[in-house]
């Protein structure tokens, strides 16, 4: 449990790191070990005082056994509370550059990765709408001139094995016509930076993305001091790294045809936010619905509740 990188700000992290000089990775190990460890201690020494408590003022009261499956039940709870504690502190938590550099890369091996060409449009269209959560992105072609703004250039949506680029130098007006998928309710779109790219799709081209999860916003309900970033989730919810050159980043995204770099690069932003969404879902589920008692306040903010709950479901 990285106490020390959650508790503290970014700046007095650095300040700190500063002062211990060159053994300051050992020494802020060890103080979240310390921690971590009296933390497990407190929580199991407050499982036993609480239930003897508990146990000795119901008998004097009622001079009858007390209830030991709610005794256990509490107790189970208050372990999972603190489970909650450890995961959130986990998810919340960033990743500096040392720990990211050495993370294995971000794969994109056993994924069909394909430009939509007109004469597929339909047939891809088709497959996306059987989904019921698609990966989103989307890239615009950098401008270095003031005053000169280029439109949304692809959109990549991603399914659980396959990535589609659907790039507008291609499509032409049936860009357009993706607002069949991007518009159905029932399809959940996650990506990161939802904001801008819905801004942009319905500024440009008239499309409102219905029915959408920011990966960022998810991870701020947790406590995520700012917005994390796809490396930042990437490296947080599936433990690897995904490298973002600036020299792609900043390329002509309307070039055709789109270099092999470009074209993975642009399908793994799409796909690692789907992963990242499923292992968010892995990770929560354990932690939902644990007490059927109203007066227990869920361990999950509700905020993140009312979005994912079906999710929940389905991965129980």
Known sequence: ?????????????????????????????AMDAAGTAYLDKLNASTEGVEGETLEGEVAAETDTPINTNAKTQRQ??????????????????RIDDADMAALAVFELQQVHIEVVQPSEFDAVVARLQAEPVLGFDTETRASFERGVQYPMSLIQIATA???YLFQHAILGEQFTQLKTVLEDENILKVGVGLRSDAH????????????KLDLNWALAQLGADKEMGTRQLVATLLGTRIDKPKKITLSNWQHVPLSGAQIDYAAADALAALKCFNALITLLTPFYRVSTDPKDAPLIPLSLVAPLAKYFKEVE
């Not at 449990?1 to 190990?29: F, Q």
């Open 161 to 163: 094995d396959a990535c």
């Open 76 to 93: 189970a709870r208050r372990q999972l509370a603190y489970l909650w504690l450890q995961q959130r502190i986990a998810l919340a938590t």
């Open 200 to 211: 942009a799709l319905k500024r440009q081209w008239g499309i409102n993305v219905a029915s």
């Open 1 to 29: 449990m990285k106490l020390m990188k959650y508790c503290i700000s970014p700046s007095k992290l650095a300040w700190l790191r500063k002062e211990l000089g060159k053994d300051a990775n050992g020494l802020i190990a």
